[in-house]
């Protein structure tokens, strides 16, 4: 199956620092997506972004899918971004894949005032 | 709007007891989805349903079952729970395949 690598592991900031996470993925992809979990476990979808670029507020996130990553920029980080950064896929690579979704172990990210 | 929710959000379980989580969406998705959270991991897929009345097996669907009735519910019930189910439970649903999923808030489920 897909594998897809998330770096850094950990990433720890002072509030008001930009930060960049990686998203690498060894297969074609027909859905990418960046979720926050809170400190409390709940998932929040940041993007959906199988390619180009897109914006929200602080946050971008960037996908280049013929060479397989994306990238998720915050800018002038807050506390209340800590936590944990998925990026997750769906690749039709083996056949219909039906929105099945393989994550990455995630980035740790810890702002400090 | 409620999106996705799972019922129950926190459950303690004994060793050998079942019980059955609810996922219920009321965004008319097609597809929906059963996770599971350990620590330190990302997701992984436990089962999958296409459409009401469909079910089908993920990456780790050993030890569970489900069911989709309804169209809006995706079940998943755990018949012998083992500690090593203990974990996060998320469900998940989409439109279609190829679109943006929305998540449940999670269960977290201790088996003892």
């Known amino acids: 199956g897909i594998q897809v690598e998330q770096s850094p592991p950990d990433l720890i900031l002072q509030e008001g620092a930009n930060s960049t996470l990686r998203c690498n993925f060894s297969?074609?992809?027909?859905?990418l997506q960046w979720f926050h979990q809170n400190p409390w476990g709940q998932l929040i979808n940041l993007f959906y972004?199988?390619?180009g670029t897109k914006q929200n507020g602080r946050l971008s996130a960037t996908t280049v899918a013929t060479e397989r990553y994306s990238l998720l920029y915050i800018s002038s980080s807050q506390t209340t971004d800590s936590g944990v950064y998925f990026c997750?896929?769906?690749?039709?690579?083996?056949?219909?894949?039906?929105?099945?979704?393989?994550f990455g172990q995630g980035t740790i990210l810890t702002v400090h005032p | 709007n409620a999106g996705v929710t799972q019922t129950p959000k926190f459950r303690v379980l004994k060793t050998g007891q079942s019980m059955t989580l609810l996922c219920a969406q009321d965004?008319?998705?097609?597809?929906m989805y059963w996770y599971r959270q350990d620590p330190g991991m990302g997701l992984r897929l436990i089962h999958y349903s296409v459409g009401e009345g469909t079910t089908a097996k993920g990456e780790v669907p050993d030890g569970y079952n489900v069911s989709r009735l309804k169209k809006q519910n995706f079940l998943l019930g755990l018949e012998s729970a083992a500690p090593s189910q203990t974990s996060v439970y998320f469900c998940?649903?989409?439109?279609?395949?190829?679109?943006?999923?929305?998540f449940g808030q999670g269960t977290r489920l201790t088996v003892v």
């Open positions: 997750a896929v769906d690749t039709n690579a083996g056949g219909t894949s039906y929105g099945k979704l393989t």
């Open positions: 998940a649903s989409t439109g279609q395949a190829n679109t943006e999923a929305f």
């Open positions: 297969d074609s992809v027909n859905n």
């Open positions: 965004m008319n998705h097609e597809y």
């Open positions: 972004i199988p390619s």
